[in-house]
């Protein structure tokens, strides 16, 4: 056992001298080299210590920032996982891994429109291809929602057992990509930006935000997610997957909620078992009635909130636009194609100013008449709380004549 206790001492002293040498200047490559001579594999929970220890011993947590893509690049494919744990599907870490292949994707996709894009002489197909880079980038931003999930739902539990120092560094490489992809949006949304403009500032913003997100992927498959296995109970984890659902998912929607086997009640029956009802003006349900009221509406509904956030879509038998969770706590600017953004945002600007309260649209699709009104919401103080979607298909009613008065079943 003291030999395995020293093999690990000598492992983990000899990778804080390789990512001190990477502080004082020498290159990756150099490292790597060097890695790959002494060490070859290294447990992945051993590259947490060496990160919490350098942190302890005074090296500032923004060097030690600096240098995470450095040295995450170094370790790359010579962290040993072979102790990692089978995974359940629909726990909170199967969902972020399979958050993490849409995000893979979408990333592909960018840098392969970027090249096409860039070398686009036709004006007009340049300009289309820009429109589907912003989309792209819209896609790309949902990794915000999580980046919040291990932020607020499995960073606090590290932090209590004294895992301080990788959350910090992971959070501010958050901060980071979400600035990266915010700015390659609003570059993308500049009028008459030119082939030459794109590529220079492909450069510059557009390939590191999608390089950030890919190599954040690296660091929690390699690092975070097995040490939070090892770390959080199964009554945690329980915890974060039912708290999941408020922040949202990532270009996924889990087709299973996981639960361990002692949790007997979904959060549904748990909602109804507090007696709890919704209680209004004019009456009351409880979760479960409400929820079947909603569903049973002939109607596609959508709450989009003061801050421009979906917060609640229906789930009727008979939809008419497909909706899945992936879209909670998403900007519904970027719900929408980016040629009908400036429709969206014209809306919300109306309804939250007071000059518009209602906003109408009808549209022929798949031999449907589609309906489609968008109402403000406010208090009885008249202050905007968000916007509600009503999308119908009339069809049914603009065939209808004379009248029914007989009861009589179809």
Same mark, same amino acid.
């Given at each position: ?21 990477l502080?004082?200047?020498a ?20 590259v ?36 990692s ?20 994707k ?6 392969a429109g970027?090249?096409n894009?860039?070398?686009?002489l ?11 880079l ?42 980071e990509i979400?600035d ?7 570059l ?11 590529q ?6 557009l ?24 770390k ?20 996924f929607?889990p ?10 009640e ?9 007696g709890?009802n ?25 709450? *989009?909130?003061? @801050?421009?956030? #979906?917060?609640?879509?229906s789930? /009727? &038998?008979? !939809? =008419? ?24 945002d ?8 007071g ?24 208090n ?5 709380l968000?916007?509600?979607? *009503?999308?119908? @298909?009339?069809? #049914?009613?603009r065939?209808?004549? /004379? &009248?029914? !008065? =007989?009861?009589?079943?179809?």
């Amino acid at each position: 056992m003291s030999e395995l206790i020293n093999n690990s001492e000598d492992r983990k002293k000899k990778l804080k001298t390789l990512i001190l040498k990477l502080h004082e200047g020498a290159s990756e490559e150099e490292v790597r080299g060097e890695l790959l001579e002494t060490l070859s594999k290294i447990p992945y929970g051993e590259v947490v210590e060496v990160e919490q220890e350098l942190i302890s011993e005074g090296l500032p947590e923004e060097e030690v920032l600096r240098l995470c893509d450095a040295h995450s690049a170094v370790l790359d494919g010579n962290i040993d996982l072979s102790a990692s744990k089978d995974i359940p599907p629909g726990h909170p870490i199967d969902v972020m891994v399979n958050e993490n292949k849409e995000l893979k994707k979408v990333c592909d996709q960018i840098l392969a429109g970027i090249m096409n894009t860039i070398t686009e002489l036709d004006s007009q197909k340049f300009s289309e291809k820009v429109f589907q880079l912003r989309a792209l980038f819209n896609s790309l931003y949902d990794v915000d929602k999580l980046y919040q999930r291990k932020e607020y739902l499995i960073f606090p539990y590290l932090e209590a057992q004294g895992i301080t120092g990788p959350p910090k560094v992971m959070w501010g490489k958050h901060d980071e990509i979400r600035d990266l992809i915010k700015g390659s949006i609003e570059l993308l949304q500049t009028k008459d930006i030119s082939n030459d403009e794109l590529q220079a500032s492909g450069e510059i913003i557009l390939i590191p935000a999608v390089n950030g997100v890919k190599d954040m992927i690296k660091k929690e498959e390699q690092i975070l997610f097995p040490m939070a296995l090892d770390k959080l109970t199964e009554g945690e984890w329980y915890e974060i997957s039912k708290q999941s659902l408020e922040i949202g998912f990532c270009l996924f929607d889990p087709p299973v909620n996981w639960k361990p086997e002692w949790a007997e009640e979904d959060t549904l029956s748990e909602m109804n078992k507090t007696g709890e009802n919704v209680q209004l003006p004019s009456g009351s349900f409880s979760v479960e009635e409400l929820l079947a009221i909603l569903n049973k509406l002939a109607l596609d509904m959508t709450f *989009v909130d003061k @801050n421009d956030k #979906v917060k609640y879509f229906s789930q /009727g &038998e008979e !939809r =008419i636009f497909q909706r899945n969770r992936a879209i909670l706590n998403r900007d519904v600017r970027h719900c929408h194609p980016p040629a009908s953004a400036h429709i969206v945002d014209k809306i919300i600007e109306d309804f939250r100013s007071g000059k518009e309260t209602r906003a109408p649209f009808w549209i022929n699709m798949g031999g449907k008449m589609i309906h489609i009104e968008y109402f403000a919401l406010r208090n009885d103080k008249n202050e905007y709380l968000g916007t509600l979607e *009503v999308s119908h @298909n009339v069809n #049914v009613y603009r065939e209808l004549e /004379g &009248e029914q !008065r =007989i009861l009589s079943y179809k």
